[in-house]
């Protein structure tokens, strides 16, 4: 196997225990590999804001890859490396299409989230995980109807994202929107949401214009993931980790397995490479 030079890490199930902590032993590991000379990327499908404090704040992470991939960010300067958004008058079209349906949606842009206000005061409804709850909560500015924000702002968007508590349905419009929608990249990283990107966006596209910009070769990267919105990422990386975790579709797909991400999964991998060198 070619020496590890980046890491990229999904962060809720993946580098997060199931209460989206980020335990001692893994930071312990993430600042030994840091040390050894390998860049920690986190991978998730929030915007940086909404990534835990305690992700925030790791002082060696420079590079982060947000919203499933619609966007790469240096942090030391600021610069957007890398993004990919939906047009304004597509998000409102497909946000048209799902107001007969029994969900609410929300969006990213610029980085921060928003939501038509009823939606959000019915959100215990449709959001079962109390954690994502209250991310919808306190991640969200209300509107007060979304299209019409949209329309009015005429921004594009980063991320579509829509919740259901019947999961029959959810299951069934993850097909359904993808051949609707060729344009978009439809996945899902919760039992109950509905995550639409740009189809330029996906976290492995993300990672391989990160590790072409850094001069490092695909094959000396490595992806942990759990859910489906891992899959570009855990497929294009040299070594894709799949947690015990993780949907079967991931664990089909990676190259490893790691430990689940209540027993400090990351770490152990980590600690099994920097080991070996």
């Known amino acids: 196997m070619p020496e590890t030079k980046l890491i990229a890490l999904d962060l809720d199930g993946t580098l997060l225990n199931s209460d989206k902590e980020l335990t001692e032993r893994t930071r312990r590991a993430l600042e030994a590999a840091a040390e050894a000379g390998i860049e920690i990327v986190p991978a998730t499908g929030r915007f940086y804001r909404g990534m835990p404090r305690v992700v925030r704040e790791l002082s060696f992470v420079r590079y982060v890859i947000t919203i499933n991939g619609a966007e790469v960010l240096d942090l030391s300067s600021g610069e957007r490396i890398y993004s990919a958004d939906i047009p304004a008058e597509e998000a409102v079209t497909f946000f048209a299409g799902l107001d007969s349906l029994p969900v609410i949606y929300d969006c990213y842009m610029d980085g921060w989230g928003y939501m038509t206000a009823s939606m959000q005061e019915r959100a215990a409804k449709y959001i079962t995980n109390i954690h994502s709850l209250e991310m919808v909560r306190t991640l969200r500015s209300p509107v007060p ?20 508590a019947d999961i029959t349905l959810r299951d069934d419009l993850l097909g359904a929107l993808a ?25 492995g596209r993300a990672l391989l214009v990160l590790a072409e910009r850094l001069g490092i070769r695909r094959e000396e990267t490595m992806a942990f993931g759990d859910g489906i919105n891992d899959l570009t990422m855990i497929r ?27 027993h400090d999964g ?12």
Request: hydrophobic letters at 40%; charged letters at 30%; a positive charge.
């Open 145 to 164: 109807e979304l299209k019409a924000f949209l329309r009015k702002e005429g921004r594009a968007v980063q991320k579509m994202q829509l919740f259901t």
């Open 266 to 277: 990351v770490a152990r991998v980590i600690e099994t490479i920097l080991n070996a060198r």
């Open 236 to 262: 294009a990386a040299g070594t894709g980790a799949a947690m015990e975790n993780a949907r079967t579709e991931v664990k089909r797909a990676a190259d490893i397995s790691a430990p689940d991400c209540d």
């Open 179 to 203: 051949e609707k929608y060729p344009q978009f990249a439809v996945t899902t990283s919760l039992p109950n949401n509905i995550e639409i990107n740009s189809r330029l966006a996906d976290k």
